[in-house]
């Protein structure tokens, strides 16, 4: 008898052609056959009929990893991560709501294989969004018909999936890149048991360390000079600098302010204007 536990584990890509010998040995179940099983899992937590629903369905996760294969991964490594999928699809599957469990179970295969891609095919993460991994798998699909977009490609496609232009060029930049294995020590050195320390250091061309510190020493010296400032007006002045421009939320209209304080909106604007003029001859001394 076969061993229901193996089957569902692909332990290396040596025993994947057994692997799939075996699994299409199990036959495929009649919907009366899969109605009552699906309710005794349900409705008696039966184990039993779990694990039939499960070995009966591993040639469809076989079937749906073979369209990963361009991907560069182990598909013995894509079955089993569809298998998790199959797996929680007959645990939350309803037998009352009148489809069967293999359309049901696509949905569930297919989001732990998409997970697993996005895991493990780049080092650095091409998708993290959900609409990001949409257009990583839909370009993939379109790529393999297309091939290099030019610019009439790239419209065809960003109509076709409903997103921007520059979506589409992000995403292929993306997928187009490879990763680069950076070493900080020559091999030879490794080898050698020597520790360089005249290491290679990647660039980066975008910072700049002196004007990150010049900038947050200017922002800490201007917020110190206004917060001087705004102790040297009078209490209704520095409220109402506060409730036209320093608070968190949005500003505050004349018409607001001049009803709290009793007065018109053209007193407020006059009392805004007087006191910005004190701050900036507070600041600039």
Same mark, same amino acid.
């Given at each position: ?5 193996? %089957?569902?584990?692909? $332990? ?18 009649? &919907? ?11 409705? @008696? ?9 499960? &070995? @009966?369905?591993? +040639? =469809? ?11 560069? &991964? ?6 089993? /991560? ?17 489809? +069967?469990?293999? @359309?049901?179970?696509?949905?569930? %295969? ?7 891609? &996005? ?8 998708? $993290? ?7 990583? =798998?839909?370009? #993939? ?6 091939? *290099? =977009? ?5 419209? %065809? ?12 060029? /992000?995403?292929?930049? #993306?997928?187009? !890149?490879?990763?680069?294995? =950076?070493?900080?020590?020559? /091999? ?17 061309? $975008? @910072?700049?360390? !002196? ?6 020493? *200017? ?9 001087? !400032?705004?102790? #040297?007006?009078? $209490? +209704?002045?520095?409220? %109402?600098?506060? !409730? ?22 053209? #007193? ?18």
């Amino acid at each position: 008898m076969i061993n229901k536990v193996q %089957i569902l584990s692909v $332990t290396s890509p040596g025993n994947l052609d057994s692997y799939i010998r075996i699994a299409n040995l199990w036959p495929m179940l009649s &919907l009366e056959e899969e109605k009552s099983l699906t309710k005794r899992l349900r409705y @008696s937590g039966d184990l039993d009929a779990a694990k039939t629903l499960i &070995l @009966s369905h591993l +040639r =469809f996760v076989i079937h749906i990893s073979r369209n990963y294969s361009g991907y560069g &991964l182990l598909q013995a490594d894509l079955i089993q /991560e569809g298998n998790i999928g199959l797996m929680k699809a007959v645990r939350r599957f309803n037998p009352e709501i009148g489809v +069967r469990l293999v @359309s049901f179970a696509v949905h569930w %295969i297919k989001s732990e294989i998409h997970e697993y891609v &996005l895991r493990n095919w780049r080092i650095v993460k091409v998708a $993290t969004t959900k609409a990001q991994r949409k257009l990583f =798998f839909n370009l #993939r699909k379109n790529k393999k018909r297309l091939g *290099w =977009f030019n610019e009439d490609e790239i419209k %065809i496609v960003a109509q076709e999936l409903g997103v921007s232009n520059e979506d589409v060029r /992000e995403m292929e930049s #993306r997928m187009s !890149a490879q990763d680069v294995i =950076f070493s900080p020590f020559p /091999e030879e050195d490794l080898k050698n048991g020597k520790n360089n320390t005249n290491m290679p250091y990647l660039q980066d061309k $975008t @910072s700049n360390f !002196a004007h990150g510190l010049e900038k947050d020493d *200017w922002d800490k010296h201007t917020t110190s000079k206004l917060s001087n !400032a705004l102790l #040297r007006l009078d $209490t +209704r002045s520095r409220d %109402i600098i506060h !409730a036209r421009w320093l608070d968190n939320n949005k500003k505050n209209t004349l018409q607001k302010i001049a009803s709290n304080y009793g007065i018109s909106a053209e #007193r407020v604007r006059q009392l805004e204007k007087n006191a910005m003029k004190k701050l900036k001859r507070a600041i600039e001394n």
